[in-house]
């Protein structure tokens, strides 16, 4: 029976390793089709592939659920000789990966049937998804960095799928330079860490973390990932670059907003373990990325374009994630990521559904009392509970007022003339987040090892005056939307406070794009280069 499970585990560990491999492959057989059968096996291939990823890592998770349970499967000694680091927090991204992947390509082929970009796309979507697979399962930092690396110039390819597009390639060139920081800064990191732990390996520079103190290397360290983190999760100022990259398809757009931009936070989550307790790097988290989530919920509603508008939140939502993480709250932070993910990909893969359904006539609200007289005791409620509970919430105060706000918050839109009735139903259903957030939390905690971070006094303030000035903007924008000054804000947030103008300007100025003298080189037959 031990000889059985050995062969299975290591079967399930080789097909996880194998499908990034194969999709690489298919990748390269991709971008050489010559027909249009050839093409659709690949795609048929790349789907078929995706999903066969999606089957090993359910199937990788149950292992870790037996070890947990006292079942000795001998993973962890399995994967190490592959190289993969099969712990919680890896299942749980390769389920997402490998589910993205598969719906996104069999919307992709519809999608592009036809368009001649179609061949561009397939063979760089499978180098994305390849490459944040590998990211995601290696236990080795250098081909961790290399994966990074990948992502972002296969990415660029996309981005430029149609490269006529002058303002989409002056978007993407300005993604390039941003990403190139990005990657410098993660390449800082790495050495730093080496250079204190001596060590590549994921498992023995946890080990080596643990049994001695930090030291500057490793509060260096945490700057220089904040500051990669900063730059992949698309932070002021260096964020305008994700609002003009809309020109590009849709399925670019959802790969883009639900997978790529989300690991500048999962490389925190994989890594904290390394850092002791709060360190330099999380203030800079829990600075720019709470001042990018204020800005940038404020210009999301001052938006008319549905994809503009998606953008802008993906820029809000990354900032109160890498809030969450600079304040230690990785679970939360987790579960941040994955349901942004899937909520992200649903909304880009039906904007169509979106623009329909905006044009309908909107129903007016009720009066503000009445909604704040639901809105202010179902957040008192909450507060409550979450104070009675506190470990829901790490012990953590600023993460229990964000919880509470938002069940308030859900309140606010309640519409006029609704029943009695449907109003304690309301009622009833934001209260039923903070036993939702109970059930994700004891879902997804045990995917990351010694998740608890005490709050340490100066992220304390840091953390509650980014709170209040969202709270503060809110309510003004709820009180008086008919108010002179809010309407002369509202012009300026439009621009998003013009903050991503200087770093924009900079790009230009070194690299200006003019045109593009011809077709992509991945095209058959067509080459171009910049004029």
């Known amino acids: 029976m031990p000889h059985f499970i050995n062969i299975t585990v290591l079967s399930l560990l080789a097909l996880w390793l194998l499908v990034p491999v194969s999709l690489l492959v298919m990748a390269g057989v991709s971008a050489r089709a010559s027909t249009p059968a050839s093409l659709k096996r690949a795609w048929q291939i790349g789907r078929w592939l995706t999903a066969s990823a999606l089957v090993a890592s359910l199937a990788v998770g149950g292992l870790l659920v037996l070890d947990a349970l006292g079942v000795p499967t001998g993973l962890p000694e399995a994967a190490q000789p592959l190289g993969l680091y099969p712990d919680g927090l890896a299942v749980w991204m390769a389920l997402l990966i490998s589910l993205l992947g598969t719906v ?83 390449i800082v990191a790495v050495v730093l860490l080496y250079a204190r732990f001596g060590t590549f390996q994921l498992p023995e520079l946890f080990a080596a973390a643990a049994a001695s103190s930090g030291g500057w290397q490793v509060e260096a360290a945490s700057v220089a990932l904040a500051i990669a983190a900063l730059c992949k999760c698309a932070q002021v100022p260096m964020h305008g670059w994700l609002i003009k990259v809309m020109e590009a398809p849709t399925p670019v757009s959802a790969l883009l907003h639900a997978g790529v931009i989300n690991l500048g936070g999962f490389v925190w989550l994989r890594l904290f373990p390394v850092f002791d307790g709060l360190m330099l790097g999380h203030y800079l988290l829990i600075t720019v990325g709470g001042f990018t989530a204020l800005v940038a919920v404020m210009t999301m509603l001052t938006q008319t374009s549905v994809k503009h508008a998606l953008a802008w939140s993906t820029c809000a939502q990354m900032g109160f994630m ?27 893969l039906a904007s169509g559904r979106t623009v329909r359904a905006s044009r309908c006539e909107r129903l007016p609200l009720a009066p503000l009392r009445q909604r704040l007289s639901l809105a202010l005791p179902a957040a008192a409620v909450a507060a409550m509970v979450l104070m009675l509970w506190p470990s829901l919430v790490s012990h953590n105060p600023l993460l229990g007022a964000l919880l509470s706000l938002a069940v308030g918050s859900t309140l606010l839109g309640m519409p006029v003339g609704t029943a009695k009735p449907k109003r304690l139903a309301l009622v009833g259903m934001a209260l039923a987040l903070v036993p939702l957030y109970a059930l994700l939390h004891s879902v997804l905690a045990p995917a990351l090892p010694s998740a608890y971070t005490p709050l340490t006094l100066t992220a304390g303030l840091l953390g509650t005056l980014m709170l209040a000035s969202l709270v503060l903007a809110a309510v003004a924008v709820t009180l008086f939307p008919q108010a002179a000054w809010v309407a002369r804000w509202r012009v300026h947030f439009s621009q998003g406070l013009y903050l991503a103008l200087p770093f924009q300007r900079a790009v230009d100025a070194v690299a200006p794009i003019r045109a593009w003298t011809g077709p992509s080189s991945l095209a058959p037959g067509l080459k171009g280069e910049w004029s």
């Open 104 to 186: 996104l390509l069999r919307f992709a082929e519809n999608y592009l049937k036809g368009d001649r970009g179609e061949r561009r796309f397939l063979p760089w979507c499978l180098v994305v998804l390849a490459s944040v697979m590998l990211l995601v399962f290696t236990h080795h930092l250098v081909v961790m960095l290399i994966a990074w690396v990948g992502v972002s110039v296969a990415l660029h390819h996309l981005l430029t799928l149609y490269p006529e597009r002058v303002e989409a390639q002056r978007a993407a060139w300005q993604k390039f330079v941003v990403s190139r920081i990005g990657d410098a800064a993660l």
């Open 322 to 348: 890498l809030f969450e993480i600079g304040v230690g709250a990785y679970t939360l932070a987790l579960a941040h990521l994955l349901a942004h993910s899937l909520y992200k990909a649903h909304s880009f």
